[in-house]
């Protein structure tokens, strides 16, 4: 009788532990490329949606991780940007940047979360651009979902900021994810 009553507690452990796939229609990354050099009132500020393609988090393991696909990602329309412009800059972000083609996914996986009073500490890799480097993020809970905001240098995962006018105007090295996760219901 109690191996059968452990057995069921085991099992019942065991699904309780498992990942929830992440709600990818809710869940959500922004990227904000600034502007940079001399002449950078010439330039233009982008944000970039980055949609979450797959993905899972569990909550009793306190794990997460996510795959984009970099051919999805998508500029938002700048009302100061001309059509043709807009569509250039998409080009180039994924031509020049992101080279979709060559690097086709950009991947997160957690290895370490702590809890820090109200936040988590995630601790995982971040596979970008063909280059894997340990990243440290800061999340909060956010209604049934997490949030967060990091920098990355863009140099660290061998991206070249593009630049124009021998530097007078490019992008900044720094960029800005915001993230907002939310596991399925």
Do not use: C
């Not at 979360?113 to 894997?132: M, N, Q």
């Not at 530097?167 to 994810?177: F, H």
């Amino acid at each position: 009788m109690r191996i059968k009553v452990s057995l069921a507690i085991f099992a019942a452990a065991i699904a309780a532990a498992q990942d929830v796939p992440i709600d990818t229609a809710r869940s959500t990354i922004t990227i904000h490329v600034g502007k940079a050099g001399l002449l950078s009132a010439a330039g233009h500020e982008h944000w970039v949606n980055a949609p979450i393609s797959s993905g899972s988090i569990d909550q009793s393991a306190l794990r997460v991780n996510f795959t984009v696909e970099s051919a999805k990602m998508a500029v938002k329309p700048d009302p100061k940007v001309d059509a043709k412009t807009q569509a250039q800059i998409q080009k180039d972000m994924e031509q020049m940047t992101l080279e979709t083609s060559k690097f086709p996914e950009i991947m997160f996986r957690s290895s370490k979360i702590e809890k820090t009073g109200e936040d988590w500490k995630v601790e995982g890799t971040l596979s970008l651009h063909g280059v894997t480097k340990p990243v440290v993020v800061m999340v909060k809970r956010s209604g049934d979902g997490y949030a967060a905001k990091t920098m990355l240098k863009q140099t660290d995962f061998g991206i070249k900021p593009v630049s124009v006018g021998g530097g007078a105007v490019k992008v900044k090295n720094e960029i800005e994810l915001e993230f907002a996760i939310f596991p399925k219901k």
